[in-house]
């Protein structure tokens, strides 16, 4: 496991958003903790966790702010150190003043995510955990949140260390089977039964994975079609905003715009496209290469025609690449011509006018239909990130690669190697062995203050 090198000086942040507000919070962590605010406040925190008032001075003796502020003691608090919180009046410069003072008192700007990091490193919370926090705050729906919250409470953790506890009673007897197998011999029909038990729960887990993560980030829905056809309008319409130009001028939208909508509480993450056809623009040529990449990731994707020109050969061009994936054919622009021709084999079909928003709800009536299968049965599995699958992917491999060696009649000392593996993976997911790297890729997400 590397080794953790953070230092372990005292860090101070703002934890409120920027702007003005009633309130504004300043958060320090640290073994100086007290020592600094009861500098600025000329009062001494004589009982932990009680919220006390007074005057918060800069180093000339001026009064900055009329503020509460409170104490948290090491191990309880949310960094497992020495806290404090400043409660003041809110707006930009009086916080940064306060900010600004506990720095010069001696704490130090926190980084990203460094409160939450220090919880993790301090053992007040797993990885799981400090993924949920982080969902908590960017959660854009209220399932989003609700997984997050389990998650924080520990139903994904739980879950993961009972698995943790049966790989390790499994490799206890086939140590024991290795080591006294003359005096004491376990079946190997039980062993495989144990290891069984363990893969059917993961792939049950896995199979509801994505479905978590599409709850937890959202669905895509990528708009792609031809130039002009109404792509940018259609997407400010959704939108119930200006986010793209609108022009008539073909291969206006060279890369991808993006924006978020909830419709019927299903979150989508909407892409608005290039508009595909043969050119030989270079700069168009890869917009055209993105918005293909993008409709080929998209869990949705609205393939949008026009009624004033008909099929064409472009649209039959784009229809070639989408034709596998989970689309929905929509003919814009039906308040100026008729030339539609049904390409669905479900009928599915959708007439529309972007300018003028008729047949919209038709429209958000089937990409809720579209998108419900994604997210359904998404709270079985408490599965919130695409590292959370790629490590239980890792140990299902591994268990499966078991119960293949324990069927063939390995010996059972590779049968361990397996088995171990499996626990190496879970501990990644956990925490319980990790790097500087890993760390530094999850709390940078994270605000400064958090």
Same mark, same amino acid.
């Given at each position: 496991?590397?080794?953790?090198?953070?230092?372990?000086?005292?860090?101070?942040?703002?934890?409120?958003?920027?702007?003005?507000?009633?309130?504004?919070?300043?958060?320090?962590?640290?073994?100086?903790?007290?020592?600094?605010?009861?500098?600025?406040?000329?009062?001494?925190?004589?009982?932990?966790?009680?919220?006390?008032?007074?005057? *918060?001075?800069?180093?000339?003796?001026?009064?900055?702010?009329?503020?509460?502020?409170? !104490?948290?003691?090491?191990?309880?608090?949310?960094?497992?150190?020495?806290?404090?919180?400043?409660?003041?009046?809110?707006?930009?410069?009086?916080?940064?003043?306060?900010?600004?003072?506990?720095?010069?008192?001696?704490?130090?700007?926190?980084?990203? !995510?460094? *409160?939450?990091?220090?919880?993790?490193?301090?053992?007040?919370?797993?990885?799981?955990?400090?993924?949920?926090?982080?969902?908590?705050?960017?959660?854009?729906?209220?399932?989003?949140?609700?997984?997050?919250?389990?998650?924080?409470?520990?139903?994904?953790?739980?879950?993961?260390?009972?698995?943790?506890?049966?790989?390790?009673?499994?490799?206890?007897?086939?140590?024991?089977?290795?080591?006294?197998?003359?005096?004491?011999?376990?079946?190997?029909?039980?062993?495989?039964?144990?290891?069984?038990?363990?893969?059917?729960?993961?792939?049950?887990?896995?199979?509801?994975?994505?479905?978590?993560?599409?709850?937890?980030?959202?669905?895509?829905?990528?708009?792609? !079609?031809?130039?002009?056809?109404?792509?940018?309008?259609?997407?400010?319409?959704?939108?119930?905003?200006?986010?793209?130009?609108?022009?008539?001028?073909?291969?206006?939208?060279?890369?991808?715009?993006?924006?978020?909508?909830?419709?019927?509480?299903?979150? *989508?993450?909407?892409?608005?496209?290039?508009?595909?056809?043969?050119?030989?623009?270079?700069?168009?040529?890869?917009?055209?290469?993105?918005?293909?990449?993008?409709?080929?990731?998209?869990?949705?994707?609205? *393939?949008?025609?026009?009624?004033?020109?008909?099929?064409?050969?472009?649209?039959?061009?784009?229809?070639?690449?989408?034709?596998?994936?989970?689309?929905?054919?929509?003919?814009?622009?039906?308040?100026?011509?008729?030339?539609?021709?049904?390409?669905?084999?479900?009928?599915?079909?959708?007439?529309?006018?972007?300018?003028?928003?008729?047949?919209?709800?038709?429209?958000?009536?089937?990409?809720?239909?579209?998108?419900?299968?994604?997210?359904?049965?998404?709270?079985?599995?408490?599965?919130?990130?695409?590292?959370?699958?790629?490590?239980?992917?890792?140990?299902?491999?591994?268990?499966?690669?078991?119960?293949?060696?324990?069927?063939?009649?390995?010996?059972?000392?590779?049968?361990?190697?397996?088995?171990?593996?499996?626990?190496?993976?879970?501990?990644?997911?956990?925490?319980?062995?990790?790097?500087?790297?890993?760390?530094?890729?999850?709390?940078?997400?994270?605000?400064?203050?958090?």
């Amino acid at each position: 496991m590397a080794v953790e090198t953070a230092q372990r000086d005292t860090i101070v942040a703002i934890a409120t958003p920027p702007g003005t507000g009633a309130i504004g919070i300043v958060r320090m962590s640290g073994e100086r903790s007290w020592e600094i605010i009861q500098k600025c406040v000329r009062k001494s925190i004589y009982n932990e966790r009680r919220i006390l008032y007074g005057n *918060f001075y800069d180093s000339d003796g001026n009064v900055v702010d009329e503020v509460l502020f409170v !104490g948290f003691k090491a191990p309880k608090s949310y960094t497992g150190e020495d806290m404090v919180e400043v409660y003041c009046h809110g707006g930009v410069i009086v916080t940064q003043k306060i900010l600004d003072e506990l720095i010069r008192q001696g704490a130090r700007l926190a980084k990203n !995510g460094e *409160f939450t990091r220090r919880a993790f490193l301090n053992g007040k919370i797993d990885l799981i955990k400090a993924e949920s926090i982080l969902q908590i705050i960017e959660a854009k729906s209220e399932e989003s949140l609700r997984l997050a919250i389990d998650n924080l409470k520990g139903k994904l953790s739980e879950e993961i260390n009972r698995v943790r506890n049966s790989l390790i009673n499994i490799l206890s007897k086939i140590e024991v089977s290795i080591d006294y197998g003359d005096d004491i011999e376990i079946p190997r029909d039980e062993i495989m039964k144990d290891i069984a038990d363990v893969e059917h729960f993961l792939s049950d887990k896995l199979a509801h994975a994505d479905k978590g993560i599409h709850i937890s980030t959202g669905v895509t829905l990528a708009i792609i !079609g031809k130039p002009n056809v109404g792509k940018s309008t259609l997407l400010n319409r959704l939108l119930l905003e200006d986010r793209a130009i609108v022009t008539d001028i073909p291969g206006t939208t060279r890369d991808i715009i993006k924006g978020e909508i909830k419709i019927q509480g299903i979150h *989508f993450v909407i892409s608005d496209t290039a508009g595909i056809r043969h050119t030989d623009d270079f700069v168009e040529k890869i917009g055209i290469e993105r918005a293909i990449k993008e409709a080929s990731q998209a869990d949705v994707v609205i *393939f949008l025609l026009d009624a004033t020109t008909g099929f064409t050969k472009d649209d039959q061009y784009i229809l070639d690449i989408i034709k596998d994936s989970n689309f929905i054919p929509v003919w814009n622009k039906i308040d100026s011509g008729n030339k539609v021709i049904k390409i669905s084999k479900n009928n599915e079909d959708i007439l529309l006018s972007a300018s003028s928003g008729v047949g919209l709800r038709e429209l958000e009536a089937k990409l809720v239909e579209k998108a419900q299968p994604l997210v359904a049965d998404g709270q079985l599995s408490h599965i919130t990130s695409k590292r959370q699958i790629e490590h239980l992917k890792l140990v299902n491999e591994n268990v499966v690669k078991a119960m293949r060696a324990l069927s063939e009649n390995y010996p059972l000392d590779i049968i361990s190697i397996d088995i171990r593996n499996a626990l190496s993976e879970l501990d990644k997911l956990l925490g319980r062995n990790f790097t500087d790297d890993l760390l530094e890729n999850i709390f940078s997400n994270f605000c400064v203050g958090k």
